[in-house]
């Protein structure tokens, strides 16, 4: 099948797109920051995470049958060119902020699948090593340890981008929650001030069906930022 077919731009999280140019902007701040706080500049800058998919990218890997185990990456590099990796299935959604983007076959209903996320990792690792990234910046947490050990150093950017995401941008998630229209009055009424770590819990606890927001203070951000 074509990715366009299955992208997730066909999902309910297609109200909840950002801007794209303001992902180019962010993504330009993040080395702008870098810069002031670290000697030595990685190489590039790996992203991972589905909610700094969306942050810089514009793109958000949706929970489901046909994205289940799906993988996407973003490769930034110094110069503020950008690549998205992802597989046919997912595929781009046609308002991502990425320079290039890498659709790496997955499953084409002929021949017998691969190994989903590995398919995306081994192609990310190509990618790295024809490009001579020897340091790279990434989400410490989040980087899978194969990609991390073609790399002869990764620093870990990861708080430098929540720091980023303390500041709501014009497109922030506040203007743009998914979900139900008694959802969206109730943000409007009750949580429009309230800090990021008070909003974005309540709101995916109410998409999960809770009445209360719980306790915890990470929680999985799909919908917004925190």
Request: aromatic content about 6%; proline content about 8%.
């Amino acid at each position: 099948p074509k990715h366009a077919e299955w992208s997730v731009h066909s999902f309910r999280t297609r109200e909840c797109m950002l801007n794209p140019e303001l992902c180019r902007e962010r993504a330009l701040r993040l080395w702008q920051n870098v810069e002031r706080e670290i000697q030595t500049l990685p190489d590039g800058i790996l992203v991972c995470r589905p909610e700094h998919l969306l942050y810089f990218a514009n793109t958000l890997p949706t929970t489901g049958t046909l994205t289940l185990e799906s993988s996407a990456f973003l490769l930034l590099r110094p110069d503020g060119t950008s690549t998205l990796f992802t597989d046919n299935w997912l595929g781009p959604p046609p308002q991502n902020a990425a320079d290039d983007v890498v659709v790496v076959d997955w499953y084409d209903m002929q021949s017998p699948a691969r190994h989903r996320q590995r398919a995306v990792t081994e192609t990310v690792i190509e990618n790295i090593q024809d490009a001579a990234l020897r340091t790279l910046g990434v989400e410490g947490e989040a980087v899978p340890a194969v990609i991390a050990s073609h790399c002869d150093h990764c620093i870990d950017l990861e708080p430098f981008i929540l720091g980023m995401r303390e500041i709501k941008d014009a497109d922030d998630a506040r203007e743009k929650v998914c979900g139900s229209k008694e959802l969206k009055a109730l943000v409007e009424e009750k949580l429009l001030d309230a800090p990021p770590a008070v909003l974005i819990p309540a709101v995916v606890a109410l998409r999960a069906g809770r009445r209360r927001c719980p306790r915890r203070r990470h929680q999985p951000v799909l919908w917004g930022f925190a």
